[in-house]
């Protein structure tokens, strides 16, 4: 039994990361926002004592010391998963919402733009990702391995669509003058950003862990935690329940990103690279293939048939299909190769995922 440190734990992802550690029989705490949170993660297991999941409340990530008393145990941590990271499309200033670089001493804004060497160095603060690994290398001495949740949008290079494969080996080349171009933008950048950043510290410091980083795509799945209602729904899931629904009727939502993941995988990933001492150092693309929600809707209808009449049809379904060209493919040998991972399809993911919002409907 090894003692984990799990991060978010009631977070989308991070609900599914904690039923599979349990299940391996690892020992766990989680870091929630509240006293509230905490004790809904505990009644969904009512079965295990604090000896195999406990919690440590971490109101705000952001802090450069949030995690120091976090990763402190006894027993001690032998590693940490960093799952805890905001997804919204809500923010209104970008620049405290995601990439929020800190103190930037005296560097110009020109030389801070130009430079990619001084842009990493002062978003080493981004979404708390530095900030835990600093706590850990400070407080905990007997962690051996990190895995931390970074995103495709830290390899995607929006210039490069037609024909291009992406693997491990891609980064995203936006700048910070990008990052100011919108919210998606914003967004792109602090996933960007914060995943350097790691690798980064962990070149420079040197520190007893290794490190390694899982980029999912668009991750789609059954929710395991409590929800009060689908307006609290994840980011990523609502397209499903926009089209479950008849929210997305008129005009099915165009896909933008092809690519998504089952959370179950991206779960199982996590506490792989973590269990894998090979998967140290590594990044790992964990993509279980393409997508479009025109397929969604289809998937929906033919096993819903009592929700068919809430989907969109006709030219209304037609946004949501691949464009005719211009699109890209993916590499996701690594992930099998080292750690054995197999993927469910689509079709599985939509239907377990229309079960578990239709399960929160009938509450």
């Not at 409340?57 to 952001?62: G, L, Y």
Request: charged share 25%.
């Amino acid at each position: 039994m090894t003692r984990f440190l799990l991060t978010g734990g009631s977070g989308f992802l991070a609900a599914h990361v904690l039923d599979v550690l349990l299940e391996r029989g690892h020992s766990v705490v989680t870091t929630v926002r509240s006293v509230q949170k905490a004790e809904a993660i505990k009644e969904a297991h009512p079965t295990f004592g604090k000896d195999r999941l406990d919690f440590a409340i971490v109101e705000d990530i952001a802090q450069p010391d949030a995690f120091d008393q976090a990763v402190i145990s006894n027993p001690p941590f032998a590693a940490v998963i960093h799952t805890a990271s905001p997804f919204h499309f809500n923010a209104t200033d970008m620049k405290k919402d995601f990439l929020d670089p800190g103190n930037r001493s005296s560097t110009t804004r020109g030389e801070f733009w130009d430079s990619e060497r001084v842009l990493t160095e002062y978003y080493l603060a981004i979404i708390g990702t530095t900030g835990i690994l600093k706590a850990i290398q400070k407080n905990a001495p007997s962690v051996e391995r990190v895995v931390i949740t970074s995103s495709f949008l830290a390899m995607v290079d929006r210039s490069k669509n037609f024909g291009k494969i992406y693997s491990e080996a891609d980064w995203n080349p936006i700048t910070e003058a990008e990052a100011y171009d919108g919210q998606a933008s914003g967004y792109r950048a602090s996933k960007t950003f914060a995943e350097r950043a790691a690798w980064d510290f962990v070149k420079q410091e040197n520190p007893k862990f290794t490190l390694s980083v899982c980029n999912p795509p668009l991750v789609l799945g059954p929710i395991v935690h409590y929800l009060n209602s689908l307006s609290a729904l994840n980011t990523s899931n609502q397209r499903i329940r926009d089209l479950m629904t008849g929210a997305a009727k008129v005009s099915c939502p165009p896909t933008m990103n092809y690519f998504f993941v089952d959370v179950r995988d991206i779960a199982l990933a996590h506490v792989l690279v973590a269990e894998k001492s090979e998967a140290g150092g590594k990044r790992f693309f964990v993509v279980s293939g393409r997508f479009s929600n025109k397929e969604i809707a289809e998937i929906i209808g033919d096993a819903f048939p009592e929700l068919k009449e809430k989907l969109p049809s006709g030219e209304a379904l037609k946004p949501g299909d691949y464009p005719e060209e211009g699109t890209y493919d993916f590499d996701n040998s690594r992930s099998k190769s080292v750690l054995g991972l197999t993927y469910r399809s689509l079709r599985e993911t939509i239907v377990d995922t229309v079960k578990s919002l239709q399960a929160v409907e009938a509450r």
